[in-house]
């Protein structure tokens, strides 16, 4: 049998043993289960860690990963041959499905969703981590999976989860965290009144926060909220231990509920930096052309990035404004006669690039129209 024949059947048998109707690369929402898991989040492993107290999780329920069922969202952008980013959710209920306020900005970047049902508070820790740690392992058998952009997120208790990961597994959790109304830091805190707020991590890695300090992380409150002091407490910790690459997002109105689609887009806007690297330096150099009023440079730099990023959008419309505004100034003046017309529509395409699109079909409905020579 040829190399490639040999890797052909193996790559098909990998697929067959990963999970109980799961189909690679398939688009859309729907629900999958798996029958691998990762040794990683074996007990021994956890243990071993001292993240996972023995005497805090006695007797823990047996795990199955096959008895697991995973919410997943994969947007209609995915291309296999172009790594994805992965976000791997922890629910404070038993509902994995992904919150209606994630759903644009993650689309827009097409990033993968995935969320275990039945993982909510009211399961066993060592339940809610291993199944979060088994999302990863096996939809990167399933799907072109960024290595170095799995993000851990969760809201409330599945925050608090997603904090504790973030740290202990910076191995799987490749790129940082978002935490969602609560967050749990790994070293004792004390507050403005000198009391003591004990630490999740009673022997700690340093090799494991040394990994995890070069991660990005997003803290997302309320004003309202009232694991704001536990949020604030976390996010001053992560800043006064080394970890450069933090936002702290407070909505003033919030209270303990899930953030809004504009908290969630915050704390994607401040990914986009390390998630989308070629797009933002896009974005920024169409930004710095837009300021010195070249404007057909920065048209041309906000095509790669004017769908996924909200900002960007609104600086490609404003440069789509001013060269429509431009070329209906150019029609009235022009009078109808295309003598006048053409050279300053012309002007406009070569002003404004690829965001003179009126300008342009009014040049080539010209040259559609007028005689052809002999």
Not at 315 to 324: F, P, Q, R, T, Y
Not at 342 to 349: F, M, Y
């Amino acid at each position: 049998m040829g190399r490639l024949a040999i890797l052909t059947a193996v790559g098909l048998w990998g697929l067959s043993c990963l999970a109980d109707g799961a189909e690679a690369h398939r688009k859309g929402q729907f629900d999958v289960s798996f029958d691998k898991t990762d040794p990683r989040g074996e007990l021994s492993i956890m243990y071993s860690k001292r993240h996972l107290l023995k005497e805090t999780n006695r007797n823990p329920p047996e795990y199955k990963v096959a008895d697991v069922v995973y919410e997943v969202v994969v947007p209609e952008s995915y291309n296999p041959k172009k790594p994805a980013p992965l976000f791997v959710w922890i629910s404070p209920t038993d509902n994995g499905k992904a919150p209606a306020s994630l759903i644009d900005s993650m689309a827009r970047r097409g990033v993968i969703y995935i969320g275990a049902n039945n993982a909510g508070n009211e399961k066993n820790v060592n339940l809610r981590f291993r199944a979060a740690i088994d999302a990863v392992f096996n939809m990167k058998k399933l799907y072109s999976v960024d290595e170095n952009k799995v993000i851990i997120s969760g809201s409330s208790g599945g925050g608090r989860c997603a904090s504790m990961l973030a740290i202990t597994y910076p191995d799987v959790f490749t790129f940082g965290g978002m935490y969602c109304i609560g967050c749990n830091f790994f070293d004792d805190v004390l507050d403005e009144q000198r009391r003591r707020y004990k630490g999740f991590w009673e022997k700690k890695n340093p090799n494991l926060i040394g990994v995890a300090k070069k991660h990005c992380y997003a803290f997302l409150t309320g004003g309202k909220d009232f694991n704001k002091p536990d949020t604030q407490r976390c996010y001053d910790g992560y800043k006064s231990n080394g970890f450069k690459n933090c936002l702290y997002h407070e909505n003033p109105d919030l209270d303990h509920n899930m953030p809004h689609a504009e908290d969630v887009e915050a704390a994607f806007a401040f990914f986009d930096e390390w998630l989308l690297p070629k797009q933002f330096a896009d974005f920024r150099a169409a930004e710095r052309s837009f300021n010195a009023k070249l404007y057909a440079a920065a048209a041309k730099k906000l095509e790669s990035c004017r769908d996924i990023f909200p900002a960007a959008s609104e600086l490609w419309n404003k440069i789509v404004e001013a060269a429509d505004d431009e070329t209906a100034k150019a029609e009235t003046k022009a009078e109808g006669n295309p003598a006048k017309l053409n050279p300053r529509l012309k002007a406009i395409v070569a002003k404004y690039g690829p965001a003179a699109k009126k300008a342009r079909e009014l040049l080539e409905q010209a040259a559609a129209q007028s005689p052809r020579k002999q």
